[in-house]
T-cell receptor, first 112, second 115 residues
Framework: EPEVTQTPSHQVTQMGQEVILRCVPI?????FYWYRQILGQKVEFLVS????????KSEIFDDQFSVERPDGSNFTLKIRSTKLEDSAMYFC??????????FGPGTRLTVT | AQSVAQPEDQVNVAEGNPLTVKCTYS??????LFWYVQYPNRGLQFLLK??????LVKGSYGFEAEFNKSQTSFHLKKPSALVSDSALYFC?????????????FGGGTRLMVKP
């Protein structure tokens, strides 16, 4: 069964550094998403991406965040200058249409 | 604004007994509703969805959920719980009036099934 994959599984970075989180969505899916879950809190929507552009973003997704689909398979989330409060589990998801989203295993980001 | 409430942080049930995990939602327009399950150190796994049609929807692993528009609820049920059902369960809603397919999640309910 096809799965969403994410790399790395755990990323440790220093405050102020840039990080890129990578995702490979399910191959025939057209919609892509990033969510995050701060430890002990709800899963929160960050951004959705369709047809090579952002279709919706939350207030969390400020100028420090960007997304890109650099080729036909990868979908990336970049945080330009990480803050301590960016520490969270980041989930990538994809969907074939605008119905159920399939989630990857997550990348745990630790900012020190 | 859309929101989801899962009023129970934890539900305990004995193996073989029926289980219910509660979810209520609030959206401006018509909802799409979803249940996901999370096992330790894993991502969110899709269980079932309500889009339209029959209010009782069936999903993976014997789970089902009932959409109740008047009570704005979408409770997850299973007739006979297994120990392997122990996990964290999330209800999510999407407001059809929004363009980007954003899911809003509840806080999650930990299901503990005891032998």
């Amino acid at each position: 069964e096809p799965e969403v994959t994410q790399t790395p599984s755990h990323q440790v970075t220093q405050m102020g550094q840039e990080v890129i989180l990578r995702c490979v969505p399910i191959s025939n899916h057209l919609y892509f998403y990033w969510y995050r879950q701060i430890l002990g809190q709800k899963v929160e929507f960050l951004v959705s991406f369709y047809n090579n552009e952002i279709s919706e973003k939350s207030e969390i997704f400020d100028d420090q965040f960007s997304v890109e689909r650099p080729d036909g398979s990868n979908f990336t989330l970049k945080i330009r200058s990480t803050k301590l409060e960016d520490s969270a589990m980041y989930f990538c998801a994809s969907s074939e249409r605008n119905y159920e989203q399939y989630f990857g295993p997550g990348t745990r980001l630790t900012v020190t | 604004a859309q929101s989801v409430a899962q009023p129970e942080d934890q539900v305990n049930v004995a193996e073989g007994n029926p289980l219910t995990v509660k979810c209520t939602y609030s959206v401006s327009g018509n909802p799409y509703l979803f249940w996901y399950v999370q096992y330790p150190n894993r991502g969110l796994q899709f269980l079932l969805k309500y889009i339209t049609g029959d209010n009782l929807v069936k999903g993976s692993y014997g789970f089902e959920a009932e959409f109740n528009k008047s009570q704005t609820s979408f409770h997850l049920k299973k007739p006979s719980a297994l120990v392997s059902d122990s996990a964290l369960y999330f209800c999510a809603v999407r407001d059809l009036r929004r363009a980007g397919n954003m899911l809003t999640f509840g806080g999650g309910t930990r299901l503990m099934v005891k032998p």
